[in-house]
């Protein structure tokens, strides 16, 4: 569905502070309500270097992606308005390029919001339940879209949870087109170093690997909680099963 922008501003009472409940690298988040579903509305904020046409490519692509664990894109919107605006100084009319993108509503919030400095948090089964569910809804990013779909910027915060605790994977598509207009220098910056596999950070190298890898980390940052949690590219991989059996033992 594509929406106008005087329906969002509608529903969100002109992106009223009360209705936020979120914000990120990428935007801020609105919770709102059209024809009688609660959604999620995120007001993006300006990316150098984004054109409308990709932009509208991507969103198209994966506005057709059904899966159970994956965060629905009900629809998105962008359209340019004029607006006065500060300039050095003086006040020019300028034409902004607003685009909004608009999800299923999960009250569960994200993983990061569950984890704590000792553990997760979480039940064992609660904890499977969403390593396998984030599992499956990567598999089916990777390997049944008729092509390879990345997400790139997989961590606790892009986990969303529903009412019942099941992973569904948020944050698709932007993660992507960010990187295309970014340096990984850039983005090492953005403080997501901890869950970016090492052939990346050494010769920017992209592959589903690179998913899997920040699964197991968020995985390990489950089972460990903030307080143990290390960065995990840093450490060779035969401490990474030493770090594994050391959480898992008894007393730990």
């Known amino acids: 569905m594509d929406f106008e922008l005087r329906v969002i501003e509608a529903i969100t009472n002109n992106f009223a502070d009360d209705q936020i409940v979120g914000s990120g690298g990428y935007g801020v988040v609105y919770r709102a309500t059209h024809e009688g579903e609660e959604i999620a509305v995120k007001k993006l904020r300006q990316l150098p270097g984004l054109g409308d046409k990709q932009f509208d490519s991507e969103f198209r692509n994966l506005r057709n992606i059904r899966h159970q664990n994956v965060v629905r894109l009900i629809g998105y919107c962008y359209e340019s308005r004029h607006k006065y605006m500060d300039h050095n100084g003086d006040l020019v009319f300028a034409q902004i390029m607003e685009r909004v993108l608009c999800f299923e509503y999960m009250h569960g919030g994200s993983l990061d919001e569950h984890i704590q400095d ?6 064992w089964p609660t904890c499977y339940k969403i390593i396998k569910g984030t599992s499956e809804g990567l598999n089916h990013l990777h390997n049944s ?5 990345y997400h790139l910027d997989l961590k606790p915060g892009n986990i ?20 295309s207009t ?3 220098q850039t983005e090492m910056r953005d403080g997501t170093l901890g869950f970016v596999p090492p052939e990346y950070i050494k010769d920017g190298f992209i592959s589903k690997k690179f998913d899997v890898f920040s699964l197991g980390v968020i995985i390990i940052k489950m089972l460990a909680g903030n307080k143990n949690y290390v960065r995990c590219s840093e450490i060779p991989p035969e401490q990474f099963i030493q770090l594994v059996r050391a959480i898992l033992s008894p007393g730990q």
């Open 118 to 123: 000792k553990s997760c948090g979480l039940e």
């Open 145 to 149: 879209q008729g092509k390879h779909i």
């Open 160 to 179: 969303l949870l529903d009412e019942s605790m099941t992973p569904k994977i948020g944050d698709l598509g932007l993660s992507r087109l960010v990187a």
């Open 182 to 184: 970014k340096t990984r």
